[in-house]
């Protein structure tokens, strides 16, 4: 047939990622760093983390580096209560705090 692609097979060590990251964040969410509204944390095809918010404030976060991983692992971990509401605010300011600081890195980056 034109114009379709032959499909891809995911190679073994992809499928362990996506197993692996499923695992650690199944059930789980973060709150969104603008409203915070707790969503639930994803898995793409390459087994990495994201949430998003489409509605209301658009917002789409990927956490790709290994790194990044266990940094939202502990985020949650560290900040989780079971006794607070769903809503979380302490990770909200964890999540608000650990971007601001991203992006003071970026934007200083060199001076």
Same mark, same amino acid.
């Given at each position: 047939? !034109? ?13 362990? =990622?996506?197993?692996?990251?499923t695992a650690r964040f199944a059930g789980r969410s973060f709150p969104c760093p603008l409203c915070s509204t707790p969503?639930?944390? +994803? &898995?793409? $095809? ?7 918010? !489409?509605?209301?404030? +658009? !917002? %789409?976060?990927? &956490?790709?580096?290994? %790194?990044? $991983?266990? =940094? /939202?692992? %502990?985020? /949650? ?7 607070? #509401?769903?809503?979380?605010? $302490? &990770?909200?300011?964890? #999540?608000?705090? /650990?971007?601001? $600081?991203?992006?003071? @890195? @970026?934007?200083? #980056? +060199?001076?």
């Amino acid at each position: 047939m !034109l114009g379709t692609k032959p499909s891809k097979k995911r190679s073994p060590k992809t499928d362990t =990622l996506i197993q692996e990251t499923t695992a650690r964040f199944a059930g789980r969410s973060f709150p969104c760093p603008l409203c915070s509204t707790p969503r639930p944390i +994803g &898995v793409d $095809r390459r087994g990495k983390p994201y949430i998003t918010c !489409l509605s209301p404030c +658009g !917002l %789409q976060m990927f &956490v790709r580096a290994p %790194q990044g $991983r266990d =940094l /939202l692992e %502990q985020q /949650l971990s560290a900040h989780t209560n079971p006794a607070e #509401a769903p809503g979380e605010t $302490r &990770v909200a300011a964890s #999540a608000a705090a /650990l971007i601001h $600081r991203g992006s003071f @890195r @970026r934007t200083h #980056a +060199g001076r």
